[in-house]
């Protein structure tokens, strides 16, 4: 059964005809690697922003430990210069769990408004993992962003197959996102080597993107 969803929260500024893109995650540490995704995806898609959707937690996961809400966005907010990237964690307010109920609540909140998830090429390996994902496909296009040793992965992968058919070439991505009929579109530019989970490992948290004071 679905949730049901609150009908208020706290949402970024937005307005009908913008383009905005989406991008998910627990942000368990955010680095240079997210916004290097972003400003690749503002700069290839022709955004009017980037919403940094800071998950309660991923259901893919193992959460236990997962640092509070409050100081993951303290700590995405403080190493993001950038006024087009803007940093929320609405879902929370909502009580959404799924990304699929996350994008059908923008959607009836901001009609209008295009949206489009950006994700890494190392999420679209498991893409076909997340609840109603061709479901998710039917709402909005969907932007990969290259990531090392993801490439093949990725584009072998079961969503990958699946959305083949929907993709559009790089050079035409920004009228993609803005037709009626969602895309896919794969996105290549500078990649960086940096990951969450390596980072948590090599004992780097939260702590070290926080600004001093």
Same mark, same amino acid.
């Given at each position: 059964m679905r949730p049901?969803?609150?009908?208020?929260?706290?949402?970024?500024?937005?307005?009908?005809?913008?383009?905005?893109?989406?991008?998910?995650?627990?942000?368990?540490?955010?680095?240079m690697g997210h916004a290097g995704a972003?400003?690749?995806?503002?700069?290839?898609?022709?955004?009017?922003?980037?919403?940094?959707?800071?998950?309660?937690?991923?259901?893919?996961?193992e959460n236990s430990g997962l640092p509070s809400l409050a100081m993951r966005m303290a700590s995405a907010r403080a190493m993001i210069p950038?006024? +087009?990237?803007?940093?929320?964690?609405?879902?929370?307010?909502?009580?959404?769990?799924?990304?699929?109920?996350?994008i059908s609540y923008l959607r009836r909140r901001c009609p209008g408004v295009r949206f489009v998830w950006i994700m890494g090429a190392d999420n679209l390996a498991s893409f076909h993992r997340w609840q109603?994902?061709?479901?998710?496909?039917?709402?909005?296009?969907?932007?990969?962003?290259d990531r090392p040793g993801s490439t093949l992965k990725a584009t072998h992968s079961t969503a990958g197959h699946w959305l083949r058919p +929907? +993709?559009?070439?790089?050079?035409?991505?920004?009228?993609?996102? +803005?037709?009626?009929?969602?895309?896919f579109v794969f996105l290549h530019g500078p990649r960086s080597e940096l990951s969450s989970?390596?980072?948590?490992?090599?004992?780097?948290?939260l702590a070290t993107f926080q600004t001093p004071g």
């Open positions: 049901r969803l609150n009908g208020f929260a706290h949402l970024p500024p937005s307005a009908p005809g913008m383009v905005i893109g989406l991008f998910g995650g627990t942000f368990n540490p955010p680095h972003s400003l690749i995806a503002l700069r290839r898609l022709g955004l009017d922003s980037v919403w940094w959707v800071v998950t309660p937690g991923n259901p893919l996961k950038d006024p +087009r990237i803007v940093i929320t964690g609405f879902e929370a307010e909502i009580g959404a769990r799924y990304t699929f109920d996350t109603h994902w061709k479901e998710i496909a039917d709402l909005v296009s969907i932007a990969v962003v +929907r +993709r559009v070439q790089e050079f035409a991505a920004r009228a993609g996102v +803005r037709s009626e009929r969602p895309c989970t390596a980072l948590r490992s090599a004992g780097h948290g």
